[in-house]
């Protein structure tokens, strides 16, 4: 399985980016994809955004995105979105896409990542 995340770069606080994950691999329907991010000067692993079961359509948000980010995917195109408004400063990390068997389980591949940087 492979990711390729785009659509990172910089904006200014309130402003909106969407992040895209293309993914190449079998059975994109079967799985879920979850996003992470990684600020600045913190501990390698990141935390958890996002994340949506494509078999189901369920979806999970951190607390703190919840009502600005909308996770989404285009299974035709076998690519999961992540729409971010209103963005913040503390939004400022850089984002990863990963493939989870569930949302609830550790991501066995992961994309290359994107920059998101807010500014105030």
């Known amino acids: 399985v492979q990711l390729v995340e785009s659509g990172g770069g910089l904006v200014q606080a309130g402003g909106s980016l969407r992040l895209s994950c293309v993914v190449s691999?079998?059975?994109?329907?079967?799985?879920?994809f979850g996003w992470f991010r990684q600020p600045p000067g913190r501990d390698p692993g990141g935390e958890k955004v996002?994340?949506?079961?494509?078999?189901?359509?369920?979806?999970y948000y951190k607390d703190s995105v919840k009502g600005r980010f909308t996770v989404s995917s285009d299974n035709a195109k076998n690519t999961v979105f992540l729409q971010m408004d209103a963005l913040k400063p503390e939004d400022t990390a850089e984002y990863f896409c990963?493939?989870?068997?569930?949302?609830?389980?550790?991501?066995?591949?992961w994309g290359r990542g994107t920059q998101v940087t807010v500014s105030s």
């Open positions: 996002s994340c949506i079961s494509i078999k189901d359509g369920k979806t």
């Open positions: 691999g079998d059975r994109f329907n079967d799985y879920a």
């Open positions: 990963a493939w989870q068997i569930r949302c609830d389980y550790t991501p066995g591949y």
